[in-house]
């Protein structure tokens, strides 16, 4: 991002966020770059951990996810799945892993998560399982208060979500969420943590990009 004054209020409302991060006990952190994101992702996880991930567009754009599958680590890579069955499996052992690589559909500024998903594997993992969930978070993604950060993910993030795949929902021709019960719909379980009752399992990297919807 070039534009210095928007690094400079992406800077300060990233200490804002963060701060809420610390009351909730979880760990936030700021990077300027992709570059710098990745390189304190892998800071974070130690050689030989095991690690999975859920869907996650901003993992793949800092180069995350490529760097797992060539660095020391037991990798349990469910993009490699040739069956429905074969994925379950890989997820239910990403549930045990050290570490959970995702994003999250919006972020309030005083620290509150808000996620959507329609499988449910990773708002799963999120809220119980890895002993670690390491999010990756563009700065694009950070809302004012919690109806905000909610509607972001209703009405930005699902309906880009539901463009990447097959699906038939109403968003994916509107544009907008019509709080549908669709065989398809992708909003099938809301996920908001305000709080980690365990110390040291959140760490969120907030970037200075715009990263994922």
Same mark, same amino acid.
């Given at each position: 991002?070039?534009?210095?004054?928007?690094?400079?209020?992406?800077?300060?409302?990233?200490?804002?966020?963060?701060?809420?991060?610390?009351?909730?006990?979880?760990?936030?952190?700021?990077?300027?770059?992709?570059?710098?994101?990745?390189?304190?992702?892998? +800071? *974070?996880?130690?050689? =030989? #951990?095991?690690?999975?991930?859920?869907? &996650?567009?901003?993992?793949? %754009?800092? /180069?995350?996810?490529?760097?797992?599958?060539?660095?020391?680590?037991?990798?349990?890579?469910?993009?490699?799945?040739?069956?429905?069955?074969?994925?379950?499996?890989? +997820? *239910?052992?990403?549930? =045990? #892993?050290?570490?959970?690589?995702?994003? &999250?559909?919006?972020?309030? %500024?005083? /620290?509150?998560?808000?996620?959507?998903?329609?499988?449910?594997?990773?708002?799963?993992?999120?809220?119980?399982?890895?002993?670690?969930?390491?999010?990756?978070?563009?700065?694009?993604?950070?809302?004012?208060?919690?109806?905000?950060?909610?509607?972001?993910?209703?009405?930005?993030?699902?309906?880009?979500?539901?463009?990447?795949?097959?699906?038939?929902?109403?968003?994916?021709?509107?544009?907008?969420?019509?709080?549908?019960?669709?065989?398809?719909?992708?909003?099938?379980?809301?996920?908001?943590?305000?709080?980690?009752?365990?110390?040291?399992?959140?760490?969120?990297?907030?970037?200075?990009?715009?990263?994922?919807?």
């Amino acid at each position: 991002m070039n534009d210095n004054n928007m690094t400079t209020r992406n800077r300060m409302l990233a200490e804002k966020v963060i701060k809420g991060f610390e009351s909730r006990n979880m760990s936030g952190y700021y990077a300027e770059t992709k570059e710098e994101a990745l390189a304190k992702a892998l +800071e *974070l996880i130690p050689e =030989g #951990s095991s690690i999975g991930w859920g869907g &996650s567009m901003s993992v793949s %754009e800092i /180069g995350l996810r490529d760097a797992v599958i060539n660095g020391n680590y037991q990798v349990f890579n469910r993009d490699t799945c040739a069956t429905p069955k074969e994925k379950r499996e890989v +997820e *239910l052992k990403i549930f =045990g #892993s050290d570490y959970f690589l995702c994003s &999250s559909n919006a972020i309030t %500024e005083d /620290g509150i998560l808000v996620n959507i998903d329609g499988n449910s594997n990773r708002v799963a993992a999120i809220a119980y399982g890895p002993k670690k969930v390491l999010m990756v978070v563009g700065m694009n993604k950070v809302a004012k208060d919690f109806d905000s950060a909610l509607s972001r993910a209703r009405n930005i993030a699902a309906p880009i979500n539901a463009q990447r795949f097959p699906l038939d929902t109403p968003c994916k021709h509107t544009g907008s969420c019509a709080n549908c019960k669709s065989r398809d719909t992708i909003c099938c379980e809301f996920l908001v943590t305000r709080y980690s009752r365990h110390a040291d399992r959140f760490h969120i990297i907030l970037v200075n990009e715009d990263l994922g919807y």
